[in-house]
């Protein structure tokens, strides 16, 4: 389970609204954590807390750029498939207990959640949390949600139904067989256009971050390199990047051969840059970073990453994780490595993810 440090701020965010010192409060500190841990931060939450919404609240302030990099790259999918596919099977909070399953029945998409464990003092915890988050990231990705989404709950409300509708925004119903949100599933393969989805504050920052990092956020060159990155994982063609910059390819060309570059090295370097931070930060597979990347074909993807960076995917991989002593590969419960976002949500029918 992966803690990143806007998990812990939500955390003191929420205590902080609720009147409560997070300087007093013994918050894990940030980067990979234990399933243990994690749940003793929560059961210490619930009973300084003293609040039965609690999870409802932590999972409201659950956006994307809480996931880190992570969410960087479920922003940058190019369809609400695809980033449903990185946030669910790449969420931290089904742990390694937990199970997410998504399929879909008729018109509709089902998405079903199993807490990996239960809170002491608020048995469904996860639960809220969990779904909370979900629907927060939804309305980032799409706006607000079709009148038709609903959730439906394995337990009796703890609280007032009409606290559940106010954080959760939809239909909620009880005491089901399992626990389970459920929306048609007519746009899961439209594209998402940067004009549809929410500019939010968070993904400039994170895509002013990756300029820095780049040293590469000044000059002629940064500006386009800013809007390869605000177009979220389309990397658009020479015509269009001079269309979106309000300029002539031709003026284009020009401007960018005055800094000894071209438009076509800044896409290579922008996309081998990110490349290499979502393999070092994530546990995306190589695959599912192709396809963020606009790769079709993973061999391709391997051979441009090969020419980029003298070392295969798995190469850099392997060498970031033993300087930084950590392991992002996700696995399953016999210790295999899962299959890739992408390949999930191109099966015909469901798959379980543990």
Not at 198 to 204: F, K, L, N, W
Request: aromatic residues 8%.
């Amino acid at each position: 389970m992966r803690i990143e440090p806007g998990y812990v701020e939500i955390v003191s965010a929420v205590l902080r609204d609720l009147g409560h010192d997070p300087l007093l409060f013994p918050l894990p500190r940030t980067g990979v954590v234990s399933e243990g841990d994690f749940r003793t931060m929560s059961e210490n939450l619930v009973a300084v807390t003293q609040d039965p919404s609690i999870a409802l609240r932590l999972g409201s302030h659950m956006h994307l750029g809480t996931h880190g990099l992570l969410g960087h790259a479920i922003l940058s999918s190019r369809s609400l498939r695809q980033a449903a596919g990185l946030l669910i099977q790449y969420s931290p909070l089904q742990g390694t207990h937990g199970n997410v399953q998504l399929s879909f029945n008729g018109e509709n998409a089902v998405l079903t959640f199993e807490s990996p464990f239960e809170v002491e003092g608020a048995p469904n915890f996860m639960v809220e949390l969990f779904f909370a988050g979900l629907l927060t990231a939804l309305r980032q990705l799409i706006g607000p949600l079709p009148e038709a989404c609903r959730i439906e709950l394995a337990y009796e409300p703890q609280m007032s139904e009409a606290v559940y509708r106010r954080y959760f925004g939809v239909h909620v119903s009880f005491n089901h067989r399992k626990n389970r949100f459920i929306g048609p599933n007519e746009r899961i393969d439209q594209p998402l256009s940067a004009a549809e989805i929410p500019v939010a504050d968070m993904y400039r920052r994170q895509c002013e971050r990756l300029l820095r990092d780049m040293n590469a956020a000044n000059g002629f060159g940064g500006e386009v390199r800013r809007m390869i990155l605000a177009a979220r994982g389309r990397f658009p063609g020479m015509e269009e990047a001079a269309r979106r910059l309000n300029m002539s390819e031709r003026t284009l060309r020009r401007r960018l051969a005055a800094e000894h570059s071209s438009y076509r090295a800044i896409v290579d370097d922008v996309r081998s840059y990110l490349a290499r931070e979502y393999l070092r930060e994530t546990p995306l597979t190589v695959t599912d970073v192709a396809s963020l990347l606009g790769f079709d074909d993973v061999a391709n993807f391997r051979r441009a990453f090969r020419k980029w960076n003298e070392c295969s995917p798995q190469e850099f991989r392997a060498f970031a994780q033993a300087q930084n002593g950590t392991d992002h590969q996700p696995a399953d419960h016999s210790g295999r490595r899962q299959q890739s976002a992408t390949q999930l949500h191109t099966a015909p029918h469901h798959k379980t993810l543990v």
